[in-house]
């Protein structure tokens, strides 16, 4: 198993930019997840989901849009790129809810 | 507010010292508490976890974490820490909802250890 791949592992982005951070699973995990780390702020979480097709808001969803067509993947997309999102992301995923959460590599954005 | 909040921001220790990292969640009802590491370059990986019964829960490497539901807190021990202990400690918190739960985490703690 590949557990849980992001790509892509850096990014460089213009204010206002948009792009998309992917994330995949091959643990056929039905919880997926979104944080974004910053110094002294710890793992906040963006936005998770339960299983295909149901999505929800976490803590700081502003900026951000996900979606959930199939168990494997969980993308975010950030729709117009602000200084205030240059952060590492990490995708999550786990067999349950309140099971081990399986993080991936990470992916470091930096909006210029 | 910050639901969960961990005291202590950067603990330096040496070799063989004893470690305790506080950890307190802001939320009544039921919750499940969690303790992850993040070794320097690594992924978080998960310590232990409590989810009921008996409040002392033990974890990998020798860690341990009281549940102490009267104080809202989880703190994290080890009597004896390694120079391979260096590394960053999440506390977390899975808060139950009807759209299915938000595991927030809190804002991390730095734990040096010299040898």
């Known amino acids: 198993n590949a557990g849980v791949t992001q790509t892509p592992k850096f990014q460089v982005l213009k204010t206002g930019q948009s ?16 944080y974004r780390q910053d110094p002294g702020m710890g793992l906040r ?8 097709g149901i999505t929800d808001q976490g803590e700081v969803p502003n900026g951000y849009n996900v979606s959930r067509s199939t168990t494997e993947d969980f993308p975010l997309r950030l729709l117009s790129a602000a200084p205030s999102q240059t952060s590492v992301y ?16 990470g992916t470091r954005l930096t909006v210029t | 507010a910050q639901s969960v909040s961990q005291h202590n921001h950067h603990v330096i220790l040496s070799e063989a010292a004893s470690l305790e990292l506080g950890c307190n969640y802001s939320y009544g009802g039921t919750v499940n508490l969690f303790w992850y590491v993040q070794y320097p370059g690594q992924h978080l990986q998960l310590l ?22 009267s104080k809202f807190s989880f703190n994290l021990r080890k009597p004896s820490v390694q120079w391979s202990d260096t590394a960053e400690y999440f506390c977390a918190a899975l808060r139950w909802s009807n759209q299915g739960g938000k595991l927030i985490f809190g804002q991390g703690t730095e734990l040096s250890v010299k040898p």
Do not use: R
């Open chain 2, 48 to 69: 232990l976890k409590y989810f009921s019964g008996d409040p002392l829960v033990k974890g990998i490497k020798g860690f341990e974490a009281e549940f102490i539901k």
């Open chain 1, 19 to 34: 792009m998309t951070l992917q994330c995949a699973q091959d643990m056929n995990h039905e919880y997926m997840s979104w």
């Open chain 1, 90 to 105: 990490f995708c999550a995923s786990s067999f349950a809810l309140a099971g081990e959460q399986y993080f991936g590599p």
């Open chain 1, 45 to 52: 979480l963006i936005h998770y989901s339960v299983g295909a």
